[in-house]
């Protein structure tokens, strides 16, 4: 049985793991992402934020791990494992080169906008367009893989919650705009495998690609 052609959003997204409901993968494949990882101090963080809005974001399921908290750069799918390889193993080799750098994550925004919010998230400010430029490297690798990519605008973001019926989030995020939550160094590109659940998708490592120290020569 084949995974082709897989559903690839290149870059950071409006639709994620998290953002679904996930469902057990046919056999054969796995339900697969690429991500930036996030440590876990900053992933507490920006979790005790967002929850922090529940009082006045009732409707809205927040993520329930913190651990599963990261940016996505592309959801594949269901994807064959040795497919998950082949894309782990190309994106050490085209990424060897590419030095660490810094982003930001700070205040909150959702699509399709925050007062239709149904998707919400913590914006992740990319000075240096690190993100922007491993988002086009990632497609040239799932391209050269064989698998299809679905273009949207690049947006990096941390998905924290989403809601079934669009709600006004603008009141509840205004005191957070501008607010810096964290600024992490991004020396990773991960693959994972997401196994749906009934306490949420438990997300297991299935390729890492690390980007060069900055002071490496």
Same mark, same amino acid.
């Given at each position: 049985m084949s995974d082709a052609p897989a559903s690839v959003r290149a870059g950071a997204l409006a639709e994620g793991p998290e953002d679904v409901s996930p469902a057990p993968a046919p056999p054969g494949l796995v339900r697969s992402?690429?991500?930036?990882? =996030?440590? +876990?101090e900053v992933q507490a963080a920006v979790l005790a934020a967002a929850t922090g809005l529940g009082a006045q974001l009732p409707d809205? *399921?927040?993520?329930? *791990? #913190?651990?599963? =908290?990261h940016v996505t750069m592309a959801f594949l799918g269901n994807v064959a494992p040795a497919r998950l390889d082949a894309l782990g193993a190309a994106l050490m080799e085209k990424l060897a080169d590419r030095a660490t750098f810094p982003v930001t994550l700070q205040g909150f925004g959702a699509f399709p906008?925050? +007062?239709?919010?149904t998707t919400l998230w913590t914006d992740v400010d990319? #000075?240096? /367009? /690190? =993100?922007? +430029?491993?988002a086009a490297e990632l497609d040239e690798v799932v391209h050269g893989l064989g698998l299809a990519t679905e273009k949207r605008a690049f947006r990096p973001h941390v998905t924290v919650g989403r809601c079934k019926r669009a709600v006004d989030a603008r009141p509840a995020f205004e005191r957070w705009r501008g607010q810096r939550l964290a600024t992490v160094t991004v020396s990773s590109l991960n693959v994972y495998e997401s196994q749906p659940g009934g306490q949420g998708s438990t997300y297991v490592l299935r390729g890492q690609a690390p980007l060069r120290a900055a002071t490496d020569q």
């Open positions: 992402f690429v991500a930036v990882p =996030l440590p +876990a809205v *399921k927040w993520t329930r *791990k #913190p651990e599963n =908290l906008d925050e +007062a239709r919010a990319d #000075p240096e /367009g /690190g =993100l922007r +430029a491993v």
